[in-house]
């Protein structure tokens, strides 16, 4: 369950979806009501597993006592149910104080961060209210952040204006101390041609540097090459976490009412995309209508020979491009054809050298926790 807590925010990103807006800000009944609709729902669909509470916004940490309240009723939960609740929340970073990171409340909430990179690419969409760059002010935030929480992760959007920094930026981020490296790319921009040619020129830099840094047996996660590589050695992984949208993840605005995932939300008053309200249920026939409309497989998409390995069933991502989400972008379609390779050709290469950070990486299924089980021994003993 997404709360969307606030409408409002402190930055003014050019490219924000979820940008200041008349959405007003959620109110303790309403998240209340947000986390117990949640928890019936997920008894149904999967009684033994954890639920996990996202805090978004705007910027949610605008509202730091509605995100402590609604902590407080999930431990509430927890000591009379034994139902288990996990916290994230996607900040610009900017209010992100060492009170929220060592509060016995907020402690353990899992923190990411949205960052463009390098200055340049950060300063260029990423704007304060007054239209101010905000790469400088963020600086004393990541050491912060990563000193408590240095398995954080960092949310990066690349455009067509940013496209020429994406490689710098990745290695500035991961220079600064961030291991798991979240990038995307904003489709709803106008990519043309020559930005196209620019983004492959910055895979192949990305390549090199991810060849080099694995076999200096370091690790991180770089999500456009992690996850082709994945479903390479891991046939139909790609498939098992598509999108389901309105299924797995549930969005919730101040009001109240409910929405397939956080980029369909908006102000709240789009009805076409509205699937219930946390106070009333599920309208289950317009949130199957929606589910089947993105998971449908696309006609131009069924005789694709990657189709198994491809981002085109996320409806959020169709939408942001074509505002359909039966119809994929075919700038989607050409950046897919385009990291698929690369990654493939990154792989080929360190495969064929044996590199055994990559082995145990991609092909050891038990590495992610042989992973923080060592990182977790290296924070002990230091």
């Not at 509470?53 to 999930?74: D, N, S």
């Not at 082709?228 to 498939?239: D, E, N, T």
């Amino acid at each position: 369950m997404t709360l969307h807590l606030t409408a409002e925010c402190n930055f003014r990103c050019r490219y924000c979806y979820a940008a200041p807006h008349a959405g007003g800000t959620m109110d303790a009944e309403t998240a209340v009501a947000a986390i117990n609709f949640a928890r019936r729902v997920s008894a149904k669909q999967a009684p033994a597993q954890s639920l996990g509470v996202i805090f978004f916004g705007g910027e949610p940490l605008l509202q730091p006592e509605l995100i402590r309240t609604t902590i407080r009723h999930c431990r509430d939960i927890e000591s009379r149910t034994g139902q288990h609740f996990h916290f994230k929340l996607t900040t610009n970073g900017s209010l992100l104080d060492e009170e929220f990171l060592t509060h016995p409340l907020t402690r353990d909430v899992f923190v990411a961060l949205s960052h463009d990179g390098v200055q340049p690419a950060h300063d260029y969409h990423r704007h304060d209210a007054a239209g101010n760059g905000t790469f400088n002010r963020l600086q004393p935030v990541i050491d912060r952040l990563l000193r408590h929480r240095p398995h954080a992760p960092v949310m990066v959007v690349t455009t067509p204006e940013t496209v020429q920094w994406y490689a710098d930026s990745v290695r500035f981020l991961f220079s600064r101390g961030f291991r798991y490296l979240i990038c995307s790319l904003n489709y709803g921009c106008t990519w043309t041609p020559r930005h196209l040619d620019i983004l492959q020129q910055q895979y192949a830099e990305l390549a090199d540097w991810y060849e080099s840094r694995t076999e200096r047996e370091e690790k991180f996660y770089f999500s456009p090459f992690d996850v082709k590589i994945a479903s390479r050695v891991f046939p139909g992984s790609c498939l098992k976490e598509r999108c389901e949208l309105g299924r797995k993840q549930i969005s919730a605005a101040p009001s109240g009412r409910l929405f397939p995932c956080v980029q369909f939300v908006g102000d709240g008053r789009d009805s076409e995309w509205c699937i219930g309200d946390v106070h009333t249920g599920f309208d289950e026939a317009r949130r199957e209508r929606l589910f089947r409309a993105s998971s449908d497989e696309k006609q131009e998409c069924a005789a694709c020979a990657i189709r198994d390995r491809c981002n085109h069933f996320c409806g959020c991502l169709n939408r942001q491009a074509t505002g359909r989400l039966d119809a994929v972008s075919p700038v989607l379609c050409a950046h897919e054809k385009m990291v698929l390779r690369a990654a493939d050709r990154l792989a080929r290469r360190l495969f064929r050298k044996r590199t055994p950070m990559f082995i145990q990486k991609q092909y050891n299924e038990l590495y992610p926790l042989i992973s923080m089980a060592e990182d977790h021994a290296a924070i002990a003993s230091s």
